[in-house]
Each structure stands twice: as C-alpha cells, then as structure tokens.
Antibody
Framework: EVQLVQSGAEVKKPGESLRISCQGS????????ISWVRQKPGKGLEWMGR????????NYNPSFQGHVTISTDKSIRSAFLQWSSLKASDTAMYYC????????????WGQGTLVTVS | EIMLTQSPATLSFSPGERATLSCRAS??????LAWYQQKPGQAPRLLFS???NRATGIPARFSGSGSGTDFTLTISSLEPEDFAVYYC?????????FGPGTKVDFK
C-alpha cells in the first residue's frame, strides 16, 4: 500500500527555523517525484515545488523560491520542506504529494502538516 | 503562469441531482488537466488525470471531459459523500497551477 506519512503539527515563532518531513512507503521511492503543496486556512491549493528523490533535482514555484528549501534523503525514503526564518504568513497546512516522474499528477498525498507561526 | 478559473465558487444541490463543474484555462493545456476532491479535514484525492482518466477507486458516477481550455467534471447523481470542494490542476507547464476550487454543498 502506497503511503506518504508526514511529521506532526508545529507551533513556531516568527524568525524561527523549521523542517517538516514526508516519508514514503509501499513503492519505489526514487521512481516518483515529491511535491509540496500549501493550503492556507480556508483557502485553495498552491504548488510550492518538487524534488526528484533520485538525483535531488528541484523546481520551485517562483512565488516560493528563496523562502523555502526542498530536499530529500533517499536512504530513509523521506523528503523535507524547510524554512530558515518563518513568517506569520507561513501559517498553513502543508501537504506532500507523489508525482509521476515527467510532471505527472498527484496520485497520493500525505495527511498534511499544520504549521502555525505566532 | 497558466491561470485556471472555476466558477461559480459554490454550487448547491440536493442528493440525487446531477452536478456539472467547470474549469477554464487561460491558454491551452491540451489534456493535461486533473481533478481533485477535498473534504473538510482531509487531503485532496485524485479523481481524474489527463481530463478523463478516472483514478483508481473513483465511482463511475464521476466523469471528466474536455481539452484545450475548457473542461468539465460531472457527477451524474450526487451521493451525500460527494459534497466537497473540487479543484482542477494543470500540468501542461512546469509551473503547476490549481484552480480556486468549486464547493458543492447542500441546497
């Protein structure tokens, strides 16, 4: 069974750093990209960027470039989303999603990690 | 950036009714359009890829159609569990974008 399991909810203060994780299981981890999607409270979905776990190649949405870093550790089948300096406007639910290599659709999603910055 | 428009923002139906949801792209995305369903407190779920390819486990009452700039998601007879928010998403361009969503709620 394909699963993406994300790390738990976080409460942080502005200016703090944070790394959240997404661990895949039940499939060949390096055969699919992992994307991160933001959803602010009561709002829609925003694609932040993606990583190829095989070679760690990343693409970022220009709206998020420079503010977040996406990384991966294929030895532990995990992808990460990190901030060096959080802002209150980063308060949101963050989802990881599996993406077929070659810019496919998001066929499996993690359960989400709620990040609150206050 | 390819913009996706979903209107109206909310549609109200009674169970058993037919629902037709629209998604329009600012430029052609060929058939590279997906539909997702999101219920409160849950992650989105893939319904259709490439406009009309039903994902695994999606009931046959759901259908997807369209190409180019105009796409439709149809639910032939609404079940209580279908009341949710529906998003379209394009993958024609490397910069992936979602529509703002259409909420299907009870009349």
């Amino acid at each position: 069974e394909v699963q993406l399991v994300q790390s738990g909810a976080e409460v942080k203060k502005p200016g703090e750093s944070l790394r959240i994780s997404c661990q895949g299981s039940g499939y060949s981890f390096t055969s699919y990209w992992i994307s991160w999607v933001r959803q602010k409270p009561g709002k829609g979905l925003e694609w932040m960027g993606r990583i190829d776990p095989d070679d760690s190649y990343t693409n970022y949405n220009p709206s998020f470039q420079g503010h977040v870093t996406i990384s991966t550790d294929k030895s532990i089948r995990s992808a990460f989303l990190q901030w060096s300096s959080l802002k209150a406007s980063d308060t949101a639910m963050y989802y990881c999603a599996r993406q077929q290599a070659g810019n496919g659709d998001f066929d499996y999603w993690g359960q989400g990690t709620l990040v609150t910055v206050s | 950036e390819i913009m996706l428009t979903q209107s109206p923002a909310t549609l109200s139906f009674s169970p058993g009714e037919r629902a037709t949801l629209s998604c329009r792209a600012s430029q052609s995305v060929s058939s590279y359009l997906a539909w997702y369903q999101q219920k409160p407190g849950q992650a989105p779920r893939l319904l259709f890829s490439d406009a009309s390819n039903r994902a695994t486990g999606i009931p046959a009452r759901f259908s997807g159609s369209g190409s180019g700039t105009d796409f439709t998601l149809t639910i032939s007879s609404l079940e209580p569990e279908d009341f949710a928010v529906y998003y379209c998403q394009q993958r024609s361009n490397w910069l992936l974008t979602f529509g703002p969503g259409t909420k299907v709620d009870f009349k």
